[in-house]
C-alpha cells in the first residue's frame, strides 16, 4: 500500500469504473490457440510480465504480475482492476493467485478469481480474508476509521471477503515450470510481506518495497522501522540485477544507489518531524502540521491522519530510545542534536 502526496493520487470519482461485479469478469480459464493478444504487458523477464492498472501503478491500485510458467500461469497480486484481471482470464488463464501481502491495493481483486488457488502469506494467516478483520489489522480499534477504510476499500476498490486455499513461508520455492520463484519475507512495511526471488536471472519483485520518490510506507500498527530498515539491508545484500515492484516500472540500472535513497526517506521524514519540534507538542499537534504528507486526499483525510499518526509515533519511539526526544507532561521535547534545527 503506498498512500502518496496528493498529486500522484488518482481521483476517486475515476475509481467507480474499476468497481465492477464479480459476474461481470470473464470466467475464462484458457486462452484459445491462435487467439489473438491484446493486453499490453511489460516485460521483466521471457516468462514475467508486469501488468498495469488504470492509475499506472498508483495508489489507490496497484501493478500486478503475470507468470507463464510451462505448467502453470500465474497472477501475483490482484490491485490491477478487474478489466486487465478479465483480460488476464481471457487471454492467458490463470491457475493461482499469489499475494504478496494483505494490504487492499494488492488483493482487492481476490474475489473475482475465485475457484482458484490462492496462496497468501503464511504470517498472521488468521487475519486476512475477511474485510472487517483486515480493517480492524491494519487500521486499529477506533471505529470511525474501520468503518472509513472498510467504506473506501469496498466502495471504490471493489474489494470483498475473499478465501486462502494455503500459504507460503520465508524461503520457499514455487515451481511453475520453465520459472521459479524464491519467496522472501522482509517484514516493516507489515507483518506479512514478502519479496519473490527469480533466482536464474536475480530479478527481485519488492511489491511495496517500491524505490518511489515518497519512500517506505509503515502508517499500519504492525508497520515496524527497524525492521523495514533489516529488510532493505536484506535486499541489498542480495544485489538483484532488476528490481520490479508495485508502484514504479522495473529498474535495471543503479539498484544500489535506488535501494540506498529509498532507505534515506527514513532520515528525511525524521528531519521533517524534528522541524516542527522547535517548541514542545503532544503527538496530535505534530500530526497536525503533517510533517510527512503535507496535504491529504479530500474525502480520505480520516485515513491519512491515521497513517500521518502510526508513522510519526513510531519515529518518536525511535527518537526517545536514541535520546534524542523526551516525552514530559503529555509533550515531546527535541533534545539538542546536531542536524536537527
Known amino acids: ?24 469478469i470473464a470466467k475464462s480459464q484458457t486462452n484459445q490457440v491462435g487467439t489473438m493478444k491484446t493486453m499490453d504487458l511489460i516485460p521483466v523477464s521471457d516468462k514475467l510480465y508486469l501488468i498495469n492498472s488504470p492509475t499506472g501503478g498508483r495508489f489507490p491500485m496497484a501493478y500486478s504480475f503475470l507468470v507463464l510458467g510451462s505448467d502453470t500461469h500465474a497472477l501475483i497480486d490482484t ?65 470511525a476509521v474501520m468503518d472509513s477504510w472498510e467504506y473506501f476499500v469496498r466502495q471504490d476498490l471493489g474489494m470483498r471477503d475473499y478465501e486462502p486455499t494455503r500459504t507460503f513461508q520465508n524461503g520457499e520455492t514455487l515451481d511453475f515450470g520453465g520459472i521459479s520463484l524464491k519467496a522472501i519475507h522482509t517484514p516493516g512495511h507489515l507483518d506479512d510481506h514478502y519479496c519473490f526471488l527469480e533466482p536464474k536471472q536475480n530479478i527481485l519483485l519488492s511489491f511495496d518495497i517500491d524505490l518511489t520518490a515518497f519512500g517506505p510506507f509503515y502508517g499500519n500498527p504492525e508497520s515496524d522501522i527497524p525492521r523495514f530498515k533489516d529488510s532493505l539491508n536484506v535486499i541489498m545484500e542480495m544485489k538483484p540485477r532488476v528490481v520490479a515492484s508495485s508502484h514504479r516500472l522495473p529498474v535495471r540500472e543503479n539498484i544500489q544507489d535506488e535501494i540506498g535513497s529509498f532507505a534515506a526517506k527514513f532520515s528525511r521524514n525524521e528531519e521533517r518531524i524534528a522541524a516542527v519540534m522547535t517548541v514542545p507538542r503532544s503527538l496530535e499537534e ?8 503535507g496535504k491529504y486526499i479530500p474525502g480520505l483525510e480520516i485515513l491519512y491522519f491515521f497513517f500521518e499518526r502510526c508513522m510519526v509515533q513510531k519515529h518518536l519511539e525511535c527518537l526517545e530510545t536514541e535520546g534524542k526526544v523526551r516525552f514530559r507532561e503529555g509533550k515531546f521535547h527535541l533534545n539538542p542534536s546536531p542536524g536537527y534545527p
Open 286 to 293: 505534530i500530526c497536525a502540521l503533517k510533517p510527512i504528507y
Open 79 to 143: 490491485g490491477c482492476g478487474p478489466e486487465a484481471i478479465r483480460q488476464v482470464l481471457e487471454e492467458y488463464g490463470v491457475d493461482m493467485v499469489i499475494n504478496s501481502h494483505c494490504h487492499p491495493d494488492h488483493v482487492s481483486g481476490n474475489h473475482l478469481l475465485a475457484g482458484r488457488e490462492l496462496l497468501v502469506p503464511h504470517e498472521r494467516i488468521e487475519e486476512v480474508g475477511a474485510v472487517r478483520r483486515l480493517a480492524r489489522r491494519l487500521m486499529g480499534s477506533d471505529r
Open 1 to 24: 500500500m503506498l498512500p502518496i502526496f496528493f498529486g500522484d493520487m488518482v481521483s476517486l470519482s475515476l475509481l467507480g469504473q474499476f468497481n465492477e461485479r464479480p459476474e461481470q
